[in-house]
């Protein structure tokens, strides 16, 4: 949430500054574009984050806030264009 805070802020002051989430799994990687208006037209989110406590690999549990996103609101990596408005 930090990350996506500090983000915002960013773009607050430069309206041109585009941000993007890239997950990458075994078969494909997914993207999905940070945007002012990642809302449905009912209000929801495309997105919510959930804080985790856990162990991340270091032998120790530590606290991440990871953002999720709906399946449906991303595309894969290699059909997205970075200069083209997203659906």
Do not use: A, P
């Amino acid at each position: 949430m930090v990350k996506l805070e500090k983000f915002r802020n960013i773009k607050y002051h430069n309206k041109n500054v585009k941000g993007y989430i890239i997950w990458s799994f075994k078969d494909c990687r997914k993207i999905w574009k940070i945007t002012d208006t990642n809302k449905d037209k009912d209000g929801f989110y495309y997105y919510y984050i959930q804080r985790q406590n856990r162990d991340r690999g270091k032998g120790y549990k530590q606290i991440t806030d990871v953002v999720n996103v709906f399946n449906d609101k991303t595309q894969n990596i290699n059909d997205f264009k970075f200069n083209q408005k997203l659906k």
